[in-house]
């Protein structure tokens, strides 16, 4: 829904709040049998009470300092006050609006954050992972002013302190059954709601002063027409004979010091979405609990801020406070080598999304320039400057950019660099992971599954069938090739200005002006090729050298290989001695899977996602098999020969390596993916391979591709 704004006393208030989806899986609220109080809460309380309520500044002005949106946040807050007010007997310090608002924007239904508004659904979902810090924490919106040199910064102790304020219990609440919303109400003692708003919100708008009982607050006029203003966000504290009691977060100015009756009759046609809410137990960070037990007392500012700093870089996707990061089932041999958590992972990982714009895996950071300015600038800055990264090959730092296939879902790329990443530092190389926010294989698998059903193949049918199926599978992958050209499309993007790759190009030019020993290699997976093809131009372009490039099974077209690749290493961006393939067999590749396809996710790329049928890819390695003579051959049609010969001769005649074997290996054996098991050699198993990765390791510090490392990859079954 479009953003509608309101005019009253002089001010402007957006109206920002999106309607939400239902979503099954949401926990309905189930009223206890109890009578109800016809008033609630009382008028005694009411005067007791109230003038403290607002002393404290817990009735919110979503309009103060020029700040007259982001009202799930400011609505969400008055909910988090008021249930701590109730809770602690004595008004508390009021929570930050500005991180509920912008916790909803990153963890709502829509993609992105680049856009005004947010569900309530998105406001619950933030502080059920992250809690509530302090407003004094979290002063202003990371996402508001997207113009300014540099974007707004929380405190960094806010995810320690709110981690103090974490949400319980939550249910939503049945928009049409009044009664429990009061028993909801009566129980807990606070509703957090969103409901199309009207003139009628206006009326009240003439400050009245503190209600001494419910006789004395407003009621919002109600002509019983649609509302069509715009949504807002709002608390819900209380109910009587006349409707509901809200408090508002327009300022003390506006109904009774902030308070006023939304009529039943108004909720009925107006309401939207309603929820009830109990506070958690407050949770203190693992490392302060042990700074508390070796010396008693306040922690000290300094290692306070470190505990903070360290719990602020959760994203904590599909994972509350209550929760345990996803367990991974790797086991290496050295300590050293241990899995890191999903927090260090996202710590060196940059996420692009739709259209190459890099995604935030950071609710306080609100700006992509932003995120790599942490990622590389400060993160991998520190490290350089640390002499963390020293190794036997000099005064020389390495950094690895390694790009994942686009194919698979950021959850699973997050697992494998969980794994990887530590093998990487372990051994002195600062890794840094490019992956994509959501896998094309997942789309695709459905579509190829949906073509043939659950077909079984007739008995004595052999390969005759099986070829029949793939080729109706391919033709199936042609129809629907616009989600293959999105994601090279999307790596495209990310090379334009304001994109995630120009972004992290413009960003290692200046480390490596500070640091001109830092050694930048690539290393990357299938589609993981487009990312590091873009990314070699801007390297090109920026006269920023890059000292290897090693590609698993890369997807990419001759056509891109040659204009990237060769063309990088023909500049000199590349020495023609540090670049390296690894590719399966022709046979591995034809006993290989892709759902129902019974060959390789290659073969069905260039047999049916490509634009033109029978595109050779860089990653086959029938493209640079010498016994493979065919002009028109099953992956390349005559007009291709001549680019197929061209390829299959630059390869060939790259140098060997330094143990002698030829820069592009290929492998059609089992693949070992720990020291206990290998598996069947597949297009998606070349990151599981302790081998290659151990040949790219060394390889990253310039040694010879079998030489023992000092912390071995011994485990990357995950």
């Known amino acids: 829904m479009p953003t509608r704004h309101l005019q009253f006393d002089g001010q402007t208030v957006r109206l920002d709040a999106r309607a939400d989806r239902l979503d099954p899986r949401d926990r309905p609220y189930a009223p206890p049998l109890a009578a109800l109080p016809p008033r609630w809460p009382e008028d005694a309380r009411l005067r007791r009470l109230l003038p403290a309520y607002a002393r404290q500044g817990l009735v919110l002005d979503q309009s103060a300092h020029g700040e007259h949106g982001a009202c799930t946040g400011y609505g969400l807050a008055a909910v988090v006050n008021f249930l701590l007010w109730q809770r602690d007997g004595a008004p508390p310090a009021p929570v930050s609006p500005h991180m509920l608002y912008d916790l909803a924007r990153f963890y709502d239904e829509w993609p992105g954050e680049q856009y005004e508004g947010s569900s309530c659904r998105g406001a619950i979902k933030g502080w059920s992972k992250h809690g509530s810090c302090l ?11 997207p113009r300014a040199a540099v974007g707004y910064r929380p405190d960094p102790r ?4 709110a981690a103090t304020r974490p949400l319980g219990v939550y249910y939503r609440v049945d928009r049409d059954a009044i009664t429990d919303m009061q028993a909801a109400l009566h129980a807990i003692g606070a509703l957090y709601a969103s409901a199309s708003v009207h003139a009628g919100w206006l009326a009240v708008a003439a400050g009245s002063g503190l209600a001494q009982g419910h006789e004395d607050l407003p009621v919002i006029g109600y002509d019983g027409m649609a509302a069509d203003t715009g949504i807002h966000a709002f608390a819900i504290v ?23 009756i939304l009529p039943y009759d108004d909720w009925r046609n107006n309401g939207l979405d309603c929820w009830v809410a109990a506070l958690g137990v407050p949770q203190v960070a693992a490392s302060s609990v042990t700074r508390a037990v070796s010396a008693p007392g306040a922690l000290p500012g300094a290692a306070l801020a470190n505990v903070a700093t360290a719990a602020a870089k959760s994203r904590r996707i599909g994972v509350s406070l209550a929760a345990a990061d996803p367990p991974v089932l790797a086991n290496p041999a050295l300590a050293g080598a241990l899995p890191w958590s999903t927090d260090t992972a996202y710590a060196h990982t940059l996420v692009s999304g739709n259209n190459g714009v890099l995604r935030s895996s950071r609710p306080d950071i609100g700006r992509a320039a932003d995120l790599v300015a942490v990622a590389v600038g400060e993160r991998l800055g520190a490290w350089l400057r640390s002499g963390n990264g020293a190794n036997g090959s000099g005064s020389s730092k390495k950094v690895v950019i390694y790009a994942h296939g686009g194919l698979n879902p950021e959850s699973a790329s997050l697992r494998r660099i969980r794994v990887m990443g530590p093998y990487f530092a372990a051994n002195g190389i600062y890794p840094l992971f490019y992956t994509w926010r959501t896998g094309v294989l997942e789309t695709l698998g459905g579509l190829l599954y949906d073509a043939v059903g659950d077909v079984a193949a007739p008995a004595q049918a052999g390969r005759t069938f099986s070829d029949a199926k793939d080729g109706l599978l391919e033709t199936v992958a042609h129809q629907v090739r616009w989600a293959w050209r999105e994601m090279q499309d999307n790596a495209a993007l990310a090379a334009q200005d304001g994109g995630a790759l120009a972004l992290l190009a ?13 050694e930048i290699h690539l290393a990357g997976h299938s589609a993981g090729a487009f990312v590091h093809g873009h990314l070699l131009e801007l390297c090109r372009r920026a006269r920023l050298p890059v000292a290897s490039v090693t590609l698993y099974a890369p997807a990419c077209s001759l056509a891109f290989a040659r204009r990237c690749f060769v063309a990088a290493v023909t500049a000199g961006v590349v020495p023609r001695d540090r670049f390296w393939l690894h590719l399966l067999s022709d046979a591995a590749e034809r006993d290989d899977t892709v759902g129902p396809y019974g060959k390789s996710l290659l073969y069905l790329v260039a047999r049916g996602f490509e634009e033109v049928r029978k595109t050779p890819l860089a990653g086959l390695q029938r493209t640079v098999d010498a016994a493979a003579l065919q002009p028109d051959d099953d992956l390349w049609r005559a007009a291709d020969w001549p680019q197929v010969r061209a390829w299959r001769a630059w390869v060939a005649a790259l140098p060997a390596q330094a143990d002698g074997v030829p820069a592009c290996e290929v492998t059609g054996m089992r693949m070992p993916v720990s020291l206990q098991r290998a598996v069947k050699p597949s297009h998606n198993a070349f990151d599981n391979d302790i081998v290659i990765l151990t040949r790219t390791i060394n390889r990253v510090l310039g040694r010879s591709p079998g030489a023992a490392l000092d912390a071995p990859v011994t485990d990357l079954d995950y």
């Open 135 to 145: 407003a004094p924490l979290w002063q202003a919106s990371v996402h508001a002013d």
């Open 158 to 161: 806010w995810a320690t302190d």
């Open 238 to 260: 209380g109910y009587n004979e006349h409707g509901f009691v809200v408090q508002n977060s327009w300022g003390q100015d506006w109904g009774a010091c902030g308070f006023a």
């Open 506 to 518: 413009a960003a290692l030019v200046r480390l490596r002006q500070e640091h001109p020993a830092l």
